[in-house]
C-alpha cells in the first residue's frame, strides 16, 4: 500500500489547510499523525474504513476533522483555526486490511503503512 500526502504548506495562525492522502486500500482504517522537530510522532485523527467511527487528540479536536472519499481513493485532513504549535511533519498511515467495520486504533504500531510526510508550518 503506497500513500501519498500533500497539501502542506505555510498558514497564519488562525488560518486552515486541508491535507489530501491518495492511493489508500478500502478496506482498512486510516490515520493522520504528525512530528515536530525535536518530539515523537504523536496521533492526530483516525477515520474507520467506512467512515462511522472517527477519533481526534485533544489537542486538535473541534479543530481539526478526518474525511475520506473511497469512490476517489482519499483520505483528507481539513486544519481550521492552526496555531504555531501545529508546525509539523504530517504523515498518513494505513492498518493493515482489517474487516472490522468500526476498526479506529490511535497507536501508532497499529499501522502498517506510511506515507512521506508534509510539512505544515503555522507562523506569521
Known amino acids: 500500500v503506497q500513500l501519498q500526502a500533500s497539501g502542506g504548506g505555510l498558514a497564519q495562525p488562525g488560518g486552515s489547510l486541508r491535507l489530501s492522502c491518495t492511493a489508500f486500500a478500502l478496506d482498512r482504517a486510516m490515520g493522520w499523525f504528525r512530528q515536530a522537530p525535536g518530539k515523537e510522532r504523536e496521533f492526530v485523527a483516525v477515520?474507520?474504513?467506512?467512515?462511522?467511527?472517527?477519533s481526534y487528540s485533544d489537542s486538535v479536536k473541534g479543530r481539526f476533522t478526518i474525511s475520506r472519499d473511497n469512490a476517489k481513493g482519499t483520505v483528507y485532513l481539513q486544519m481550521n483555526t492552526l496555531k504555531p504549535e501545529d508546525t509539523a511533519v504530517y504523515y498518513c498511515?494505513?492498518?493493515?486490511?482489517?474487516?472490522?467495520?468500526?476498526?479506529?486504533?490511535?497507536?501508532?504500531?497499529?499501522?502498517?503503512?506510511w506515507g512521506q510526510g508534509t510539512l505544515v508550518t503555522v507562523s506569521s
Open positions: 498511515a494505513a492498518t493493515s486490511a482489517n474487516a472490522r467495520t468500526f476498526y479506529a486504533p490511535v497507536q501508532k504500531a497499529s499501522y502498517a503503512y
Open positions: 477515520i474507520s474504513r467506512r467512515g462511522s467511527v472517527t
